[in-house]
C-alpha cells in the first residue's frame, strides 16, 4: 500500500529473490517482493495457465505485438506471428546488439526455462566465482540449492527406449562417434511424471512442447518450491503486476522505494511510494543493473561505486542446428525438456545442450544450445537523451563462441558427412549469435559490491541475483545463481539483521 513501511523489501522474484524471501521469513523477518510480472496463477481462456510453444498467443511475450521467437525460421520461411500486446511470460528485450530472453512474473525465468539444473565442475569454480570459497560451495550451497529446487535425474533405463529422448540418443550417438564426452544433467522437470505423459495417463505437458511459455504440468519452477515454502511461513507478500522504478535514501537510514503498478497493457495505473529498512535487488542480471545505472546516474543513489553495470556477459551462448541423413531421424515427437550434454569445455570451451527441437513433425536436425568460453566483456549506461539504459555489447563479439561450437560440431558433421542447418535463424544463417537466455553480471560480487553482495556506498542495500555473477557460470546458470544466493543470505542474516 502506498505510504507503507516493509522490513525487507525485494525486487524480483526469480531465483535470488525467492532464495532471499524464503531465507529472511524463517529468520523471522517480514519480506515483501515486488514483481512486474502477473502472478501465473489463473487460467486463460483456453482453461491454461500458460500457452504452448507452437501457438504463442498474448500470454507468450511480454508487450509486444508480434512474437520474437529465438528459432525465427523454418525451411527457409518466417515464423513469428502477431499477437495481441499484454504482459505475457517471456520478455525478448532487445539491446542493440543482442536480445536477451527472460521470464517475467511471479518465479521469474524459472516460468520460461529449460530446467537443466547444472552445478558446474569443480575444476571450472575459479573462474566463475574467483572470490568465494570453493569448499563451502560445493560442500553446503550448491547442496542446499538442488535441494531446495527439487532437483531430479532421469531414469536411464527409460531414457534409453523412450520415444520422446530419441533426439537425445541421437546426439548422445553423434557425440561419441567424434570422441567428446556425452553427460547428462539433471532437471527440475519431475521426470515421474514424464513418463507418465508418455504411458498417456497423465495430461502432456513437456511431451506436449510446453516450455518456452511456460509449464501447464511437473515443472518445478520457483511458484512450487521456494515462492511456495516462502508464502507458507506467512512473512512473505507479494505484489505482482508492480515494477519498481526507485529506489533512494531516507530518513532513519531507510529507504524509499517508488513502484509503478501496471495493468496487462502494460500501462501505468497507480504510482505507489513505500519505506524499507532494507532493500534486496533481485530483478534479474538485466533489470537489476538497468535499476543501478539509472539511480546511480541520476543521483539517487550517488554511492554506488564506478563497479555498477560493468562485466557483463552471455554466458557464451550460441545456438546451431546440424542437419541429419535420412536414417538418422530425430523424432517427431521430443520432450522439451534436456537431460545432456556435449561436454568440450576443457579442450575447446564449449559445453552445448543437446536440445529439443518440439515442432511435433520429423525435422532430421539435430539442435544444441552452446554455452561458451567468451571473454567479451559489456557494460550498461545511463543515456540520458532517451531516458534508457544501453548496453555495449556488438554482435561481432561472439565470434570466440561460434568459434567454440565449431569444436564440436565441424567435427561433427566432418564425421558423420552432415552440414549446418542454414534456415533457422534466418536464410542461410547458421548461427543464432543474436541472442542469449543467461544474462549474467552488471553488478559483479565483490567488485560492485562486497564478497557477500552488499552494494557499496548504500548500507541495506543488496544484490542478490545473477548481476552479482561475472559473465560466465560454464554450464546453465540456475543452480549456480540459487546457490550463491544461499551462501550470500546466510551471511547477511547472521550478520546485519
Ligand atoms: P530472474 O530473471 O529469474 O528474475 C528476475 C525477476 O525480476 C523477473 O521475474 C522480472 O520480471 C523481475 N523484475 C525485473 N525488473 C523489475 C522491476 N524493476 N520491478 C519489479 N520486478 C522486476 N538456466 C538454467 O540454469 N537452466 C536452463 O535450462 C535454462 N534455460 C533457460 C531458457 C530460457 C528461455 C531462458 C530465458 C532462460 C533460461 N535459463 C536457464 C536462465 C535462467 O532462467 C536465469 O539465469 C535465471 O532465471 C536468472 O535468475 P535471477 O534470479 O538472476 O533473475
Excluded at 68 to 84: A, K, M, V, Y
Excluded at 96 to 119: E, P
Excluded at 199 to 226: C, D, H, M, R
Excluded at 367 to 387: D, H, K, M
Aim: with cysteine; aromatic share 10%; proline share 5%.
Amino acid at each position: 500500500e502506498n505510504g507503507a513501511h516493509v522490513p525487507v523489501l525485494v525486487i524480483g522474484t526469480g531465483y535470488g529473490g525467492s532464495v532471499a524471501a524464503l531465507r529472511l521469513a524463517q529468520a523471522g523477518i517480514d519480506v515483501h517482493m515486488i514483481e512486474m510480472g502477473m502472478a501465473w496463477d489463473a487460467p486463460g481462456a483456453d482453461g491454461k495457465i500458460f500457452a504452448n510453444t507452437t501457438n504463442p498467443d498474448g500470454r507468450s511475450y511480454w508487450l509486444r505485438t508480434k512474437t520474437e521467437q529465438p528459432l525465427s525460421n523454418f525451411l527457409g520461411f518466417p515464423i513469428d506471428r502477431d499477437i495481441p500486446r499484454y504482459t505475457g511470460i517471456l520478455d525478448a528485450e532487445n539491446f542493440s546488439g543482442i536480445t536477451v530472453y527472460q521470464g517475467r512474473g511471479v518465479g521469474g525465468g524459472s516460468l520460461v526455462n529449460g530446467g537443466m539444473a547444472v552445478t558446474p565442475k569443480r575444476e571450472n569454480f575459479g573462474t566463475v566465482l574467483p572470490s568465494v570459497n570453493a569448499d563451502e560451495m560445493y560442500g553446503t550451497y550448491y547442496p542446499r540449492a538442488n535441494a531446495g529446487l527439487g532437483v531430479n535425474n532421469v531414469d536411464l533405463a527409460w531414457w534409453e527406449t523412450t520415444d520422446c529422448y530419441q533426439y537425445a540418443r541421437v546426439g548422445r550417438k553423434h557425440a561419441q562417434r567424434s570422441g567428446f564426452p556425452f553427460v547428462f544433467v539433471p532437471n527440475v522437470y519431475d521426470f515421474e511424471y514424464m513418463k507418465r505423459e508418455a504411458a498417456g495417463t497423465v495430461p502432456k505437458s513437456s511431451l506436449a512442447g510446453e516450455i518456452l511459455y511456460g509449464n501447464n504440468f511437473a515443472k518445478k519452477s520457483l511458484q512450487k518450491t521456494y515462492i511456495a515454502q516462502a508464502k507458507a511461513t506467512g512473512r512473505v507478500a507479494i505484489s505482482p503486476l508492480h515494477k519498481v522504478t526507485s529506489v533512494a535514501p531516507a530518513a532513519g537510514g531507510r529507504y524509499t522505494v517508488a513502484i509503478d503498478q501496471i495493468n496487462t497493457s502494460g500501462d501505468t495505473t497507480a504510482t505507489k511510494t513505500v519505506t524499507a529498512d532494507r532493500v534486496f535487488f533481485a530483478a534479474g542480471s538485466v533489470g537489476t543493473s538497468k535499476l543501478l545505472v539509472k539511480l546511480k546516474a541520476t543521483g539517487a543513489l550517488p554511492g554506488l561505486n564506478a563497479e555498477i553495470g560493468k562485466g557483463w556477459g552471455d554466458n557464451g551462448n550460441v545456438m546451431c542446428g546440424r542437419a541429419n541423413h535420412l536414417w538418422d531421424p530425430t523424432g517427431s515427437l521430443q520432450a522439451s525438456m534436456p537431460t545432456a550434454g556435449i561436454d568440450n569445455w576443457t579442450a575447446g570451451g564449449a559445453f552445448a545442450e543437446v536440445a529439443p527441437l518440439p515442432t511435433g513433425i520429423e525435422t532430421f536436425a539435430s539442435f544444441y544450445l552452446s554455452i561458451t568460453r567468451n571473454p567479451n566483456r559489456a557494460a550498461f549506461s545511463w543515456n540520458a537523451g532517451t531516458g534508457k539504459v544501453d548496453l555495449s555489447w556488438q554482435t561481432a563479439w561472439k565470434q570466440p563462441s561460434i568459434n567454440a561450437a565449431k569444436t564440436i560440431f565441424d567435427k561433427i558433421n566432418a564425421k558423420e558427412g552432415t552440414i549446418y542447418r542454414t534456415d533457422l535463424f534466418g536464410v542461410y544463417k547458421i548461427w543464432g549469435d543474436h541472442l542469449t537466455y543467461h544474462p549474467l553480471g552488471g553488478a559483479v560480487l565483490n567488485k560492485a559490491t562486497d564478497n557477500h553482495g552488499r552494494l557499496h556506498g548504500h548500507p541495506g542495500l543488496y544484490v542478490i541475483d545473477g548481476s552479482l555473477i561475472p559473465g560466465n557460470t560454464t554450464v546453465n546458470p540456475f543452480v549456480t545463481i540459487t546457490a550463491l544466493a544461499e551462501r550470500n543470505i546466510e551471511k547477511i542474516i547472521a550478520t546485519d539483521l
